[in-house]
């Protein structure tokens, strides 16, 4: 039995999904039976969007995380999960920054794709996601091709993320029915590459829907050393 560590609050509604959904999927009997958890919710991390692509902010964001992780180790934690696609883009810096594990949401996504045998992806997410190739870096390797987006979609999906975050509005039908017409083009799947879409309803219910999240999850629990519920 592994203690997780979980650094969220970017942004705090998708921080509590995420370990409602850790709960919800661990096989568990009664209390005991569910993962030690350790959560730093920490809201006060500058928007990573801006930080890479204009570079304000970068440095406190850096230290901020960077005692995040010292706070975890701490703890006890035993593996850190960090519900957001966009950090990853400093995963490398993480690492040096903590001995501890870090469980590669997007490396672990990319691999899901593979096991479901989706090779053509889309990548749905912040324009710092869609345009600094965060998984675009693992995704030859894993033998996915990352179809890139149009400069309206990614206006439209970065938008919408902010209309998550600034209302926790979570009905948005014109955003699934731009999934839809995604979907009519050459694409296997498309991934939910910010855990704010995640939030969206009934973007669950579209089977070539997979959501970066739900694999951070599983993979949680499986490093903890625990089930998956079926």
Do not use: W
Request: proline residues 3%; hydrophobic residues 40%; contains cysteine.
């Amino acid at each position: 039995m592994k203690k997780l560590g979980i650094l969220g609050g970017m942004g705090p509604l998708c921080t509590a999904m995420f370990y409602q959904k850790l709960v919800i999927h661990t096989k568990a009997n009664k209390d005991q039976d569910h993962i030690p958890t350790v959560i730093i919710s920490d809201p006060q991390i500058p928007d990573r969007t801006e930080a890479i692509l204009t570079g304000k902010n970068e440095d406190i964001l850096l230290k901020k995380v960077k005692e995040d992780l010292e706070n975890l180790k701490k703890q006890g934690v035993s593996n850190i999960a960090i519900p957001c696609n966009t950090m990853h883009y400093y995963y490398d810096t993480f690492k040096e920054y903590s001995s501890v594990n870090i469980i590669n949401m997007v490396e672990e996504t990319l691999k899901y794709c593979k096991a479901k045998k989706a090779k053509n992806v889309a990548v749905l997410g912040t324009l710092a996601t869609m345009n600094c190739g965060i998984y675009e870096k693992y995704a030859k390797n894993i033998g996915i091709n990352i179809i890139p987006m149009d400069e309206k979609i990614k206006k439209f999906t970065m938008d919408t993320i902010y209309q998550i975050k600034e209302t926790n509005e979570t009905n948005h039908k014109e955003f699934l029915s731009m999934v839809e017409e995604l979907k009519n083009t050459k694409v296997d799947a498309i991934i939910l590459a910010c855990t704010e879409l995640s939030l969206i309803e009934d973007i669950a219910t579209y089977n070539f829907v997979i959501d970066a999240m739900d694999v951070l999850v599983y993979r949680s629990i499986l490093q903890s050393g625990f089930e998956i519920k079926k």
